[in-house]
């Protein structure tokens, strides 16, 4: 597996992760349709790649992507799910079925927290379902539960 920067390029492959990450249960939240025509939602990839938007992309060894991270500064007129302030950029993640489970998510995320701190940010946000157990990798990561709305919570990783 090999890590690199995500690029305009990515922006397909973003939206299925997108996907996949609204649609993390296995019960089908959203079409791709209703992804891209739900403001709430499409946000986070709405215009990829922005000034400040960053993250990072996992592809094989043959250069397939198979999964990726992704941070994106949303608004308070505009929040996200794990919106935290203006300044705090919002993470999404996944990984394609098939490839879960082998290190793939925990080596994205440290690398998009390196990438954040090498931008000088203070602090990432993500909003989890309560019963995904994406949790469990966001908490080792060092992130802490710092909000809730609906049945998720906020959680907040602050950057020395
Ligand atoms: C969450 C996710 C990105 C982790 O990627 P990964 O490559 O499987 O992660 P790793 O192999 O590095 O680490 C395993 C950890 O990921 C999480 N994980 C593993 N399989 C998972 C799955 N099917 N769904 C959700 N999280 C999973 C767990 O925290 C696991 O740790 P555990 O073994 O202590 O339970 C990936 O499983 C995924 O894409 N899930 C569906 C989409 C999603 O939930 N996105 C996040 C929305 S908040």
Do not use: C
Not at 75 to 97: C, H, K, N, R, W
Not at 114 to 139: H, T
């Amino acid at each position: 597996m090999y890590l690199r920067a995500a690029a305009d390029s990515d922006f397909p492959f973003l939206v299925d992760i997108l996907l996949h990450a609204f649609n993390w249960s296995g019960e089908p939240t959203f079409t791709k349709d209703q992804l891209l025509n739900t403001p709430a939602v499409s946000h986070y990839v709405a215009g990829w790649k922005r000034e400040q938007d960053f993250g990072t992309v996992a592809e094989t060894d043959d250069g397939r992507p198979i999964g990726a991270v992704w941070a994106r500064l949303l608004s308070q007129a505009d929040p996200g799910y794990g919106f935290v302030s203006d300044a705090i950029p919002e993470l999404t993640m996944g990984v394609l079925p098939g490839h879960r489970g082998s290190g793939a998510g925990t080596a994205l995320m440290t690398a998009v927290v390196e990438q954040a701190q090498g931008l000088g940010i203070d602090a990432l946000s993500l909003s989890v379902e309560d019963a995904n157990p994406a949790r469990r990798l966001y908490e080792r990561a060092g992130f802490r539960k710092v909000d809730r709305s609906g049945d998720s919570d906020t959680m907040l990783l602050r950057l020395p």
